[in-house]
C-alpha cells in the first residue's frame, strides 16, 4: 500500500503574492533594457561605424533588430509556451541573455555587434512572452490583472528610465561599457528558480475551466485577436519612434554627439512621462478601450506635433514628454485589450502573436523613419507627420469603437 495521492483528486492551487509579481515585472523590463539601454550612445556609434557601408540603417538596427527578432520568434516562444511550460524556457533565455547581451562589450566589428543583437532579440521574445502570460495566469482575479498588466508598463518605463540614464553615463567611459549592464538578468533568473511554479490546467482557480475543454485542440482565437493586433501594429511604431529618434533629435539641435548626458537626460525624462501614462491606466481602466485608445493616440500626436513646429530642444523635451505620456498608456491598453478575456490554453500563443504585431512595429520604425525623413526633408518633420497618423487612428478608433454592444458580442463570441 502506498500513500499516492488519487490521480482524481484535484491539486490544490497555489497563491501568487508579492514575489512572484516582483520577479515578473523585473523579467519584464529585460526586453525594455535591450531597446532603450544603448539609446544615448547611437549617435557615437554612427561615427564610430559611420564610414561603413549603409551605417546610416546598420547603426539604429543596433537597437532595432532584437524587436524583428522578437516579432518572428514570439510566436514560437508562444507554442512551446503552451506546449512545454513556462518556468524552464523563462530560466534558460534569462541565463542566455545575459551572455549574448554583453557579447558588443567586446566586439568591434558591426556585423558581429547585430548578430548578437539578433540573439538578444530571440532571448527577449520568450522572456517577455512567458512573463506576461505568467502574469495573467498567476493572477485570476480581472483587478488584480489589470492592475498588474498595468503595473508591467509602469515598471519597464520606470525601469527605463534609469537604464536610460546609466547608458548615458556609462557611454561617457566608451558605447562599449553600457553593454555590461545585461549581466543583471543573472540577479533576476536566480530567485526565479525558487519561487516561480509551472501553473497547472487543473487550477480551479482560473476562468479556462468553462472554455477549452481537456483533449480539445487549442487554436488562437484570431476573431477576437485580429482588430487589437492591427491597431497594435501601428502602436508599436508610435511608441518606439521617439524611443529610437529623440537622440537624434536632440543632436539636431545643436547638442553634441558625445553629450550623452544630456542626451539621456532628454530620453529620461521621455520615459519618466511613459511611465506616468501608464499609472493612470489602472485609474482609467474603467473607461475601456474605446476611450483610452484616442486618448493615448491623441496625446501622442499632440506631442509630435510640437516637436515638429516648435523647432529648438525646449520643444524637443516637452513634444517628447507628451507624447510619451500617450505612450504608457497605450501599450497596457493594447495589452488589456487583446489578452484579457483569453482562455489559459490559448495565453501562451496569443501572447506570443501580440508581441509579434507590437515589435514588428517597433522593428519597422527606424526603416520607416528613415525612409519618411528623406521624403519630407527632415527628421522633426518626418515626426511630425508619424503625429498626423497617429491623430487620425485617434479619431477612427474613436468613432469605430463607440458601439459597445459590437465589443461586447465580438468578446462573448470569442
Known sequence: MTNTRPATQPVAARTAGFWQAVLLLAGSCMPVLGSVLITPILPQLSEVFGDQPGSEVLVPMIVAIPALIIAIFAPFAGQIVDRLGRKNLLLVTMFAYALVGT?????????????????????????????????????????????????QTVVTTLAATVFIAVGGALGVAGWHTPFWVYAISILIAVPMIFLLWEPRRDDRTDAHVAGIAAGEKVRVPWKLLAAPLVVTLFGGFTFYVLIIETSY?????????????????????????????AFTFARIAKLAPRVQLPIAFGLQAIGMLVIWLGGGLPAVIVGAIIASAGSGLLLPTLLTWALS????????????????????????????????????????????VVGIAAAVVAIVLGVLLRRPAVVDSETVSA
Do not use: N
Open 249 to 277: 533629435l536632440v543632436v539636431g539641435t545643436g547638442v553634441a554627439a558625445t553629450d550623452t548626458g544630456v542626451i539621456g537626460l532628454a530620453a529620461a525624462l521621455a520615459s519618466l512621462a511613459t511611465a506616468a501614462g
Open 341 to 384: 478575456k483569453i482562455a489559459f490554453e490559448q495565453r501562451g500563443r496569443s501572447t506570443g502573436w501580440w508581441q509579434t504585431s507590437f515589435y514588428l512595429g517597433q522593428f519597422l520604425t527606424p526603416i520607416l523613419m528613415g525612409a519618411l525623413g528623406a521624403a519630407v526633408g527632415g527628421l522633426s518633420v518626418a515626426v511630425g
Open 103 to 151: 557579447a558588443p562589450a567586446w566586439l568591434e566589428d558591426l556585423q558581429l555587434i547585430l548578430f548578437s543583437r539578433v540573439l538578444v532579440g530571440v532571448c527577449e521574445a520568450a522572456i517577455m512572452t512567458v512573463c506576461t502570460t505568467l502574469i495573467v495566469d498567476y493572477f485570476h482575479e480581472e483587478k488584480r490583472r489589470t492592475r498588474y498588466l498595468g503595473l
